[in-house]
């Protein structure tokens, strides 16, 4: 059974890991969650594994899978993961979680080779599955590191959204334009959530939300009222995001309004292609 509510000490912060866990907490959770996966098999497809009777068998990957490392992520020294881990800072985690989750496949035909207890030897294997199980359970230890992460179904570390607002990315968009509007909001919301994201970055994430509702503007006129309509421009175009002019409000607390501004433009864009969606179909 699975408990969906804090214990004791955490639901009453009396616990002083209860707010968040640090760097070396986290890497104290994530050892067991992958020397699992490993034993299990689920590296296997990609990575080989090594056998008493043939010593390394390869993988998709081939022999070499510290090169394959170095040139996925222009680092080394992260191999062997088991010994390594400790020594591991915050960006290597993060850069490990992403390569075994594009490397992880749940193993559905095994057998178990005793022999001096070498372990499971996969034979066929269900990508999907085991990427999805994987990251059902690292997002477990993401979520309570520090400010929260997650592993999204990508394969990112975002940030994790703010309370209340986790909606905002998980609901669908309604089906318009995938290149000027789907794809151009998906990119924005994983620019603005992506680890260590600068306030650069947050403010083009806004502006990119600006320039959707911008492209959207000639329906929009249809299905709001003209004050509401130019209200939604005024924001981008005061404040420093959309264009640069001596009229311009930018002395206020950027990090604090990004965030709001983010989640103001998001939500909109939500409302306003749902209301363009349903003007559509009353006039089909």
Not at 75 to 99: M, R
Not at 177 to 199: M, Q, T, W, Y
Not at 205 to 215: K, Q
Not at 218 to 243: C, M, Q, T
Request: charged residues 30%; negative net charge; contains cysteine.
């Amino acid at each position: 059974m699975s408990r969906r509510r804090p214990y004791y000490s955490i639901r009453t912060g009396q616990n002083p890991l209860a707010a968040a866990v640090d760097l070396p907490t986290l890497k104290r959770l994530f050892r067991p969650l992958y020397e699992h996966f490993d034993r299990e098999g689920y590296f296997q497809k990609y990575l080989g594994f090594h056998c008493v009777d043939s010593n390394f068998i390869p993988g998709e990957l081939g022999h070499d899978i510290e090169g394959v490392i170095l040139l996925e992520l222009r680092k080394s020294g992260l191999t062997p993961i088991y010994q390594l881990l400790d020594g591991y800072a915050e960006d290597d985690l993060f850069d490990i979680i992403e390569f075994l989750y594009d490397h992880c496949a749940k193993p559905t035909k095994r057998y178990y080779h005793d022999w001096s207890h070498c372990g499971w030897h996969c034979e066929e294997f269900d990508v999907d599955a085991g990427q999805a199980e994987f990251r059902h359970k690292v997002n477990k230890i993401l979520e309570i590191y520090e400010s929260g992460f997650e592993l999204s179904a990508d394969g990112e570390v975002l940030a994790l959204a703010d309370t209340g607002l986790e909606g905002l990315f998980e609901a669908p968009l309604p089906a318009s334009d995938p290149e000027n509007v789907e794809g151009r909001i998906e990119a924005a919301r994983r620019k603005f959530r992506r680890h260590r994201a600068s306030l650069d970055d947050r403010r083009e994430a806004i502006r990119e939300l600006g320039d959707v509702l911008e492209f959207l503007r000639p329906k929009l006129k249809n299905v709001l009222l003209r004050n509401d309509e130019k209200d939604l421009f005024h924001l981008a175009n005061s404040f420093g995001i959309r264009h640069h002019n001596q009229q311009q409000k930018c002395e206020y607390d950027r990090p604090i309004w990004y965030s709001w501004m983010f989640y103001y433009y998001l939500a909109t864009l939500h409302a306003a292609l749902r209301l363009i969606a349903k003007a559509e179909r009353d006039d089909a």
